[in-house]
């Protein structure tokens, strides 16, 4: 027969129990799969971090130089320019895109339907400087589309028409994708209702499907502005001049160096990073209340 011997320390088991309870209930709050996941996003995060803080620290060194070059009429008209080019760009595809994107979503599967989507992504997948060869071969003086238009005075090389036929081509695919991937989550029998209702095609669209992908709609613009404007190689085959951001960097890296190119640089993160960061908060408030359908 056994016989229980009294433990020396009685607080002693108390505080092990508790220990284990405490690293037991840890473990279990902890979402290992997340830290990692927030860990090698963070890597990612790092990298742009790095690069930004690499450039900021050899400008704010020298802050006298990088006010003198932000505050250059050159560099000012050429960001209005280059954000101005790109809004333009962004207003077509909503014009033109949005009814493509439409007829996408609603139509069946078929052989023709894949060819027009693949269609659709070919800029996503060019060179820039084939990108920018397409558009210069078609909008040339010579050009299948060039020519008439320049009989009727729109003139694309070097001209701000130029400019913005570039930005619209590499941007299309952001814009087209993102509305398409909308107007899929719109469920089709609430155009049904719509239709058994009286309302045609039309006022179909644009009361119920529409409002229903307003956020899709600003968050392909965002996404098809972003990518215009940050364009350069599609947009100095057709258009060197009037100079966008992107061109006057590189001229100014060609002619004067470094030194000014990168305060024109640092100077175009700081604008894009306020302008985009504004742009985002006003996503959270657009169609939020539609969300729930």
């Known amino acids: 027969m056994k016989t229980e011997t009294p433990s020396d320390d009685p607080l002693r088991g108390d505080g092990e129990v508790t220990s284990s309870w405490w690293s037991g209930r840890w473990r279990r709050q902890v979402d290992w799969c997340t830290v990692w996941f927030c860990i090698m996003g963070g890597l990612l995060v790092g990298v742009t971090v790095l690069a930004l803080a690499n450039i900021a620290t050899t400008e704010l060194a020298d802050p006298a130089h990088l006010l003198k070059v932000a505050a250059s009429s050159q560099v000012i008209e050429s960001i209005l320019l280059t954000f101005g080019a790109g809004a333009s760009a962004v207003l077509l595809l909503i014009l033109f895109g949005t009814p493509l994107a439409y007829v996408l979503a609603r139509s069946r599967p078929s052989h023709f339907k894949g060819v027009v989507e693949s269609i659709v ?51 299309s695919p952001f814009y087209v994708n993102t509305m398409r991937e909308g107007f899929e989550k719109v469920p089709v029998h609430l155009e049904n209702v719509a239709r058994t ?97």
């Open 121 to 171: 992504d070919i800029p996503l997948i060019l060179p820039h400087t084939v990108a920018g060869l397409l558009v210069y071969l078609l909008f040339m003086r010579r050009g299948w589309l060039g020519a008439p238009l320049s009989e009727i005075g729109i003139a694309f090389e070097d001209a701000l028409p130029g400019t913005i036929v570039a930005m619209l081509f590499v941007a």
């Open 197 to 293: 209702l009286g309302a045609g095609t039309f006022t179909t669209f644009r009361t119920v499907t529409l409002p229903l992908s307003l956020r899709h709609m600003y968050s392909g613009a965002i996404l098809a502005w972003g990518r215009a404007i940050g364009e350069f190689a599609g947009v100095i085959m057709i258009a060197y001049y009037p100079f966008i951001i992107s061109t006057l960097i590189y001229y100014s890296f060609t002619t004067d160096g470094i030194h000014t190119s990168r305060s024109i640089a640092f100077t175009v993160i700081l604008v894009s990073f306020g302008v985009f960061y504004l742009l985002r908060r006003m996503t959270r408030y657009l169609g939020r209340y539609d969300d729930r359908v």
